[in-house]
T-cell receptor, first 112, second 114 residues
Framework: GDSVTQMEGPVTLSEEACLTINCTYTATGYPSLFWYVQYPGEGLQLLLKATKADDKGSNKGFEATYRKETTSFHLEKGSVQVSDSAVYFCALFLDTGNQFYFGTGTSLTVIP | GAGVSQSPSNKVTEKGKDVELRCDPISGHTALYWYRQSLGQGLEFLIYFQGNSAPDKSGLPSDRFSAERTGGSVSTLTIQRTQQEDSAVYLC????????????FGPGTRLTVL
């Protein structure tokens, strides 16, 4: 079935370190792919998205490229900040079913 | 403009009691989703409403769970005869129905069943 698998956490990094959170998907059809972020005490909010193969989504220094050949949408940031500490969720949307499929979330803690 | 709101923000109840959780979506959003987020787990899809169509209830974990959406706007999730395993954060999200949907999430209701 359709699903998203993302890297298990928690992840702890020092400030200015590089970040990669892996996400792979299984889907019948051509999904749109998303990264959502949940900051402490807040609701989920969209971080970035890509709607077709080879698209790159970017926001707040984060990037992710929709790779159809590897069915992946890895989240990357070159230099993390303490304020990036949050839980990150990878998700896919298939308009054939009008349903989102979310990964289990990856907790990131950035220490000064 | 106003985002998705949910009430109450926290609910503590005793095992066996019924609870109602409310969601007010963004005005004009025709799609509404309910999810459950348990400690250490991802988001579990519960139910989806789209306009006047029959809801997709495929994610409801048992017949103790039900939801309705009145007038295509406000939605209520009802859990009957609550159990301790129902303790979780219940999230509501709404979206415009376009090909590249973006869901807007509410802050959630934290339910604790004692």
């Amino acid at each position: 079935g359709d699903s998203v698998t993302q890297m298990e956490g928690p992840v702890t990094l020092s400030e200015e370190a590089c970040l990669t959170i892996n996400c792979t998907y299984t889907a019948t059809g051509y999904p749109s792919l998303f990264w959502y972020v949940q900051y402490p005490g807040e609701g989920l909010q969209l971080l970035l998205k890509a709607t077709k193969a080879d698209d790159k989504g970017s926001n707040k220094g984060f990037e992710a490229t929709y790779r159809k050949e590897t069915t992946s949408f890895h989240l990357e940031k070159g230099s993390v900040q303490v304020s990036d500490s949050a839980v990150y969720f990878c998700a896919l949307f298939l308009d054939t079913g009008n349903q989102f499929y979310f990964g289990t979330g990856t907790s990131l803690t950035v220490i000064p | 403009g106003a985002g998705v709101s949910q009430s109450p923000s926290n609910k503590v109840t005793e095992k066996g009691k019924d609870v109602e959780l409310r969601c007010d979506p963004i005005s004009g959003h025709t799609a509404l989703y309910w999810y459950r987020q348990s400690l250490g787990q991802g988001l579990e899809f519960l139910i989806y409403f789209q306009g006047n169509s029959a809801p997709d209830k495929s994610g409801l974990p048992s017949d103790r769970f039900s939801a309705e959406r009145t007038g295509g706007s406000v939605s209520t999730l009802t859990i009957q005869r609550t159990q301790q395993e129902d303790s979780a954060v219940y999230l509501c999200a709404s979206s415009l129905v376009t090909r590249y949907n973006e869901q807007f999430f509410g802050p959630g209701t934290r339910l604790t069943v004692l």
